[in-house]
C-alpha cells in the first residue's frame, strides 16, 4: 500500500480491556433499552409488521415532531423504482451512472428500492415505511458485479455516482454498496462530496467471517461506516468489524423487495445495507429538526446520542460509537452538535460546512451540486482487535445476506453491502 493510500484509512482509539468487558456484560441490552422502548404498534400490512425497529426507535413519537420534511437523501444503488405503492410521490430527478439501458429508476435488483423505502417510505399500499417518510429520494444508479457482466458499463460509475450527489440538492448520500478496492477516482470524488457539505453513509460489509477486509467508500475517513445490528443490540455475525465502523443501526429481519419484479417482499437480513439507509433517515430526522446545522453538527448528535455502555470518544470495532438513537435529540433534546465546520470524522476544519436542511428548489433534471447517552442505555459489544473476543460477544446472531461475486475489470469487486 503506498502512503497516499494509508492515508485514506480511519484513525481509531481502541478500547481497553474495560471496555471489553463491559460490552460484553451489555449483550443482552435490547434495541427497547436503548431507545426507551414503546409498544409496538398494531400494524395490518405483513411487511410492516415486520419493521421492528420503528417501535423500538420511537418512530411514531418521532414523527410528532420530525419527519424528515426538507431533506433530500441521494441513494447511490441499483436504481429506484418510483411506482411502488410505498414511494409514489417521493422520488426526484436523478442520475444514471451505469452508462447502460436504462436509467435511475430502472432498479435492476430491487436493492436500491428497498434502501429508498426504508429511508422515506410512505408505507401505502402496504408497502415498507420509511423512517423519515417526509423526506425525499434522488436516485443515482450503479452498477453491480452481475450487471457489469451482462452489460457494457461505465468503469467510472462510483465516482460520477458520488460527484453527481454532491452536486445535486440532496444533503445525505447513502451508499449501501461495498467493494474491496480503494479508487483515485472515487477517493477524489468522496472528497468533493465533503466540501459540498454532503453527509455520506455507507455500509462496512457483510463479509466478516470471510476476510473482513476494508470496505469502500465506507473506508475512506470522510465517510460514516455503518455496522448492522440485530433487536437486541448485537452486532450482526457477519458484519464487517475494525477501523472502518463509525456507528451501527438495525440491520437484521428487515424485509425487502425479493428482486426487480416487485411484486412481493422477503424475509431476510437487509445487513449493512439497511443498517445504512436506516442511519441515513435517522440524520434526516434530526436534521429536519435542525435545518440551521450543518453535516457535521448532525453526525456530531447522532455520535454523541448513541446508545454505549463504554466511554465517549472511544470505539467499538464493531459498533463504533454505538447504536443509532435519533430520538435522543428530537424527544429528549440531548446531543451537543458542537462546532460547524469541525468533521466529527477526522477532527478537522472541513470547507463545505453550509449544507443545510432548508427547504430548497427542486432537485433539477441535471443533477448540480457524537452530552452522552442516558446512563440507562446499555447495548451492544465492544472490543479491541481481538476476534477471539467475538465469540464472547455474538451470541445467537443472524446470518447476513451477501449479494454479488466475480471481477470486474480485473480490479474491482462490488457487492450491496
Not at 311 to 330: A, C, D, F, Q, V
Request: include cysteine; hydrophobic fraction near 40%.
Amino acid at each position: 500500500m503506498t502512503a497516499g493510500m494509508s492515508q485514506t484509512r480511519k484513525r481509531r482509539t481502541s478500547l481497553g480491556l474495560r471496555g471489553r468487558l463491559l460490552g460484553t456484560m451489555a449483550v443482552a441490552a435490547a434495541w427497547s433499552v436503548g431507545f426507551g422502548g414503546a409498544a409496538p404498534s398494531a400494524v395490518a400490512a405483513d411487511a410492516q409488521s415486520k419493521q421492528w425497529y420503528l417501535s423500538a426507535m420511537q418512530a411514531e413519537e418521532m414523527w410528532k415532531i420530525a419527519t424528515g420534511e426538507g431533506v433530500k437523501v441521494a441513494v447511490i444503488d441499483s436504481g429506484v423504482n418510483s411506482s411502488t405503492a410505498s414511494l409514489k410521490g417521493q422520488v426526484l430527478k436523478g442520475f444514471d451512472a451505469t452508462g447502460a439501458d436504462g436509467d435511475e429508476y430502472d432498479d435492476y435488483r430491487g436493492h436500491g428500492t428497498t434502501m429508498a423505502e426504508l429511508i422515506a417510505g410512505t408505507g401505502a399500499g402496504g408497502g415498507l415505511r420509511g423512517l423519515a417518510p417526509d423526506a425525499k429520494i434522488i436516485p443515482v444508479r450503479i452498477t453491480d458485479t452481475e450487471f457489469q457482466n451482462e452489460h457494457s458499463v461505465n468503469a467510472n460509475d462510483t465516482a460520477d455516482a458520488i460527484r453527481a450527489a454532491a452536486d445535486s440538492d440532496a444533503q445525505i448520500i447513502n451508499m449501501s454498496f461495498a467493494s474491496d478496492f480503494v479508487g483515485r477516482e472515487e477517493r477524489e470524488a468522496v472528497e468533493y462530496a465533503q466540501r459540498k457539505g454532503k453527509l455520506f453513509f455507507a455500509g462496512v460489509g457483510n463479509n466478516a467471517k470471510e476476510s473482513n477486509k476494508d470496505q469502500y467508500p465506507a473506508a475512506y475517513p470522510q465517510v460514516v461506516g455503518v455496522s448492522s445490528a440485530d433487536r437486541d443490540g448485537k452486532v450482526a455475525e457477519y458484519s464487517q468489524n475494525g477501523n472502518i465502523v463509525d456507528i451501527a443501526a438495525p440491520g437484521n429481519d428487515i424485509p425487502r423487495w425479493c428482486d426487480s419484479a416487485f411484486q412481493s417482499y422477503c424475509d431476510g437480513d437487509g445487513g449493512t445495507s439497511a443498517a445504512t439507509a436506516i442511519a441515513s433517515a435517522s440524520a434526516a430526522l434530526v436534521w429536519s429538526a435542525h435545518p440551521d446545522w450543518t453535516a457535521n453538527q448532525v453526525l456530531n448528535v447522532l455520535f454523541d446520542t448513541a446508545g454505549r455502555d463504554w466511554e465517549k470518544g472511544t470505539l467499538s470495532k464493531y459498533l463504533g460509537h454505538g447504536l443509532i438513537r435519533p430520538s435522543m435529540n428530537i424527544l429528549k433534546d440531548k446531543g451537543t452538535p458542537g462546532a460547524p465546520d469541525i468533521s466529527p470524522l477526522t477532527k478537522e476544519k472541513t470547507s463545505g460546512s453550509a449544507g443545510s436542511a432548508a427547504p430548497s428548489a427542486p432537485a433539477s433534471s441535471q443533477p448540480d451540486e457524537k452530552e452522552k447517552a442516558d446512563d440507562a442505555a446499555l447495548a451492544g459489544s465492544s472490543s479491541e482487535n481481538d476476534d477471539s473476543q467475538l465469540g464472547l460477544i455474538l451470541g445467537g446472531v443472524a446470518v447476513v445476506l451477501v449479494l454479488g461475486g466475480g471481477a470486474f475489470a480485473l480490479v474491482r469487486k462490488r457487492r450491496t453491502a
